[in-house]
């Protein structure tokens, strides 16, 4: 698909004016921007948070493991960051403003806790304030991580 836009501007040697044909072809423009791997932001309780079992910790970091291979062997450029309640959501805004995220997603350690779920609304507040143009995700187990991901942000392999 071709775009043309036009120009005019007067040509002051000749008081006449003058115009401009700029043809871009959208589909390059298209095929450049989408060629990019998208950039996902999982936030989550760290593993070693006092609110974490101690016995599911293995557990977690290794599916979380697991989980960030899956994503990055899908064609996604993946990233976790621990966010603990404590620190409220100053750590994640300083993340935001580092670096732009296509999609980020809230784990379901911080969204299936009731007694978290002040932390879990500051989160996405600094999210929609913070990367509007990010897509919000949301998994219920790091296992299904992927899935949730291809929801939002679909990529063509």
């Known amino acids: 698909m071709l775009l043309s836009t036009t120009s005019a501007k007067t040509d002051t040697t000749r008081s006449k004016p003058t115009t401009k044909t700029h043809t871009i072809n959208i589909n390059q423009i298209e095929s450049t921007k989408m060629s ?11 593993s070693n ?5 101690a016995e599911v910790k293995p557990r977690i970091e290794k599916m979380l493991e697991q989980a960030g291979t899956e994503i990055s062997k899908a064609g996604y450029e993946f990233e976790y960051f621990g966010a603990a309640p404590e620190d409220g959501s100053q ?5 935001l403003k580092e670096k732009k995220f296509d ?6 350690g911080v969204r299936s806790q009731p007694q978290l779920t002040v932390f879990f609304e500051d989160l996405v507040n ?3 304030k913070n990367s509007v143009h990010s897509q919000l995700i949301f998994n219920t187990a790091p296992e299904n ?9 679909p990529v063509s392999n």
């Open 145 to 153: 991580t992927l899935e949730a991901i291809k929801r939002r942000l």
């Open 103 to 108: 999609g980020i997603c809230i784990g379901f």
């Open 126 to 128: 600094a999210v929609m």
């Open 91 to 95: 750590p994640l805004i300083a993340k």
């Open 36 to 46: 990019a791997s998208p950039r996902v932001l999982l936030v989550g309780l760290p």
């Open 49 to 53: 948070h006092h609110s974490v079992p």
